[in-house]
DNA sequence: ATTTACTTCATTCTTTTGGGTGATTTAATC
DNA sequence: GATTAAATCACCCAAAAGAATGAAGTAAAT
């Protein structure tokens, strides 16, 4: 009987690991399906939060594709300077040096050149 | 000796019950942290996208279809006007419509909106 | 016939954009 | 240490774009 006691107990403290590693387990698999969940969503309805383009190519500096991906954004010279914490000129130099280094007249030229040589996100992928 | 049989056999049984359920509660959770990331990796990485158009047409002219659509390969007002046949007023009368209509204020982003609602081809598919 | 929508053009005015030049600062490179 | 590329900002000027009007002719629909 004292055996069998013993065995019961056994039993009752496996089934107890059993449930906090149930926890745990599930408590991971969540967190799988979360960060899986997250990926779909970017996935599905991204818009390239971050990937880097090469502006080498055309001699365009990293600030100058900067620029350039917020007037493909449709933004004003002045939004393009406030997002950047630059005054409005030098917005506007940047913006100049982009127009000379493509070889366009105007804004909505570079927007279009810069996609095309897919140096910018593209609106859909 | 056979009742302790049956006891464990009980016992047994009780276990693979709740390792289903276990097994359906986990499911669970982590479809509900599916829906949750994906939720979230919706709203960290979408930008408006979609945003609720009145009727398909939004009420534009074949004209300013067709204006839109010579705003989009980038040219200037006045090319526009050149290429119509009509003169700067007429033109900048069309595209200044087409803002109104399309509830935007500048001529990039009416660009974008109307090959978001795909009034006008886009460069690529 | 009258209304309605579209297209056309004009005027006036303000804002935005673009071109050109030059200067300063910083970081990296030689 | 000198050179170089970036990034920053300023100033001036001209052109383009945009906002807000009014108006006139035309074609279609009611």
């Known amino acids: 009987m004292g055996l069998l006691m013993v ?3 056994v039993i009752h403290y496996k089934a107890m690991v059993r449930d906090i590693q149930m926890e745990l387990f599930g408590g991971i698999i969540g967190l799988l399906f979360l960060v899986f969940g997250i990926w779909l ?3 599905l309805f991204n818009k390239n939060t971050s990937e880097k383009y090469d ?3 055309l001699g365009l500096s990293k600030r100058e594709v900067e620029v350039l991906e917020l007037l493909a954004q449709g933004f004003s010279n002045q939004e393009v300077a406030d ?3 630059v005054s409005l000129n ?3 130099t940047h913006i100049s040096n982009i127009y000379t280094k493509l070889n366009v ?3 909505t ?3 279009q050149k810069a996609r095309d040589l897919a140096l910018i996100p593209t609106p859909k992928g």
């Open 7 to 9: 065995l019961l107990q």
């Open 41 to 43: 969503g970017m996935k």
């Open 55 to 57: 502006g080498s190519k």
């Open 83 to 85: 997002k950047l914490f």
């Open 90 to 92: 030098t917005a506007k």
């Open 105 to 107: 007249k105007r804004r």
């Open 109 to 111: 030229q570079a927007i």
